[in-house]
């Protein structure tokens, strides 16, 4: 007998809870890689999953990634880890000095 799926739609903010912490699934407030994306916040672990905001790659910082760090600075997260979806983990501070690049490059004539 197959099973109906239940569906679960997050305005904001959503924390599930499990034995040895929690997961908040979160949207964010401004991104320019789409209107609604979300990602998940495991605060124990200090890691971040994400998908197409930053892909571990050489250059694969987009203003999208930039934004994404900004959100994550602005809610004052402790990451240490991020986990996309295309690429694997990577260490977040990677991610921030890769962005320092990025916007160097950006305010060169």
Known sequence: QSKIPEF???????????????????????????????????????????????????????????EFVEEIEKLNWQVETVIGSHSGAVLYQQIKDEIKEFKTKKSRP
């Open 8 to 66: 679960m739609f997050v305005e904001k903010k959503q924390e599930f809870n499990y034995a040895n912490g929690t997961v908040e699934i979160y949207k964010l407030d401004k991104n320019s890689h789409a209107k609604d994306i979300y990602v998940a916040y495991l605060p124990k672990e200090k890691i971040v999953f994400q998908s197409d905001l930053y892909n571990w790659q050489k250059n694969a910082v987009t203003t999208a990634t930039v």
